[in-house]
């Protein structure tokens, strides 16, 4: 990828749908790579940067385009792998208001939202810049209790298909043949 010709900062604003307070603005100059803005939200919300994470540019309804991961991913598909050290941002990002998730849980798919809220041209920073730092971050991994089921809702006395009196030599095991040591009933119309 290539620099940018004309010098140019972009301003961020990231925001997380699970804590309403919690708010980050940060500057960056338009060529850095996404890694050097995936270490400064890092370091201005306390994540960990031993978990997976990945950016994805999105359009205006946040739904997600291209995704730049933190590394190579080993993919069979015909599809470009994009890394975080090789993308500058500015050969990805042009316009105001450009919207980008950053995939921080990929366990339980949980994301800030980051918008380019400015563009201011003629500046240049030497590394990314938190120039505003409210509430607390959302926890990085979600706890246990957060990812167990919630089995008091569910009524234990049915089985796993609902039925009760559900037997399992009831159970059609037409193209289950060979799955376990326990031979199929032979069907009459096959013993000559």
Do not use: H
């Amino acid at each position: 990828m290539y620099k940018t010709e004309i010098a140019m900062i972009f301003k961020f604003l990231i925001l997380s749908d699970e804590v309403d307070n919690f708010k980050r603005e940060i500057k960056i100059d338009a060529d850095a790579t996404f890694l050097e803005l995936y270490n400064a939200i890092v370091e201005c919300t306390g994540f960990s940067n031993k978990e997976m994470a990945s950016f994805f540019l999105c359009d205006d309804k946040w739904r997600k385009k291209q995704e730049i991961t933190l590394v190579e991913m080993d993919t069979y598909s015909d599809e470009d792998s994009y890394i975080m050290e090789e993308c500058i941002l500015s050969d990805y990002l042009e316009d105001e208001k450009q919207k980008l998730m950053f995939v921080f849980d990929y366990f339980n798919e949980r994301a800030l939202f980051i918008e380019l809220s400015e563009l201011i041209p003629g500046k240049k920073l030497k590394a990314p810049l938190c120039t505003l730092s409210v509430g607390e971050a959302p926890e990085q991994i979600a706890s246990i209790e957060e990812r167990k089921v919630d089995t008091a809702s569910l009524d234990m006395g049915e089985t796993f298909y609902g039925d009760e009196s559900f037997e399992l030599e009831e159970l059609d095991r037409e193209g289950f043949e060979g799955l376990d040591d326990t031979p199929a009933e032979p069907d009459n119309n096959d013993l000559y």
